[in-house]
């Protein structure tokens, strides 16, 4: 899975910030990804963040609602999920979408992320 880091200078200090972009190539544009994919890149991101990352995660796509919307809800509900042992899709979904409009566009998306989050605790249960 493609990571790509960059540093750059901090400001007009000698301080430096190390970003690293992870690219996931498998999400059409007009379609959903395969979800073990798509949990297997997002393991790959989470064990890096863990091995020495800092900062926040920036997600983005090209229009920052559809594939963003659905790559956040993940992250945010397996984190909900491991946590509580409950999840309300449709509630963090409606949570998102006061902070911003349209988050998980399309139908298809709303459905990759239970198929995803099915997949992530069925391997979580399994393994």
């Known amino acids: 899975m493609p990571s790509f880091p960059f540093v750059f200078p901090w400001s007009n200090t000698s301080k430096k910030r190390k970003v690293t ?5 498998a999400w059409p544009d007009h379609g959903t990804p395969d979800p073990l994919y798509l949990v297997l890149f997002h393991r790959h991101v989470i064990s890096e963040i863990k091995s020495g990352h800092s900062g926040p995660l920036l997600v983005h796509c090209s229009a920052g609602i559809g594939r963003t919307g ?5 992250d945010a509900l397996l984190e909900e999920g491991r946590t509580t042992g409950f999840l309300d899709i449709f509630k963090y979904l409606k949570k998102m979408r006061y902070s911003r409009m349209n988050m998980i566009q399309t139908a298809n998306q709303y459905v990759c992320l239970h198929y995803t989050l099915l997949e992530a605790f069925t391997i979580s249960k399994n393994s």
Do not use: G, N, P
């Not at 972009?21 to 190539?25: D, G, I, K, L, R």
């Not at 659905?70 to 993940?74: C, H, M, R, V």
């Open 21 to 25: 972009q992870y690219h996931f190539t």
């Open 70 to 74: 659905t790559y956040i809800a993940l």
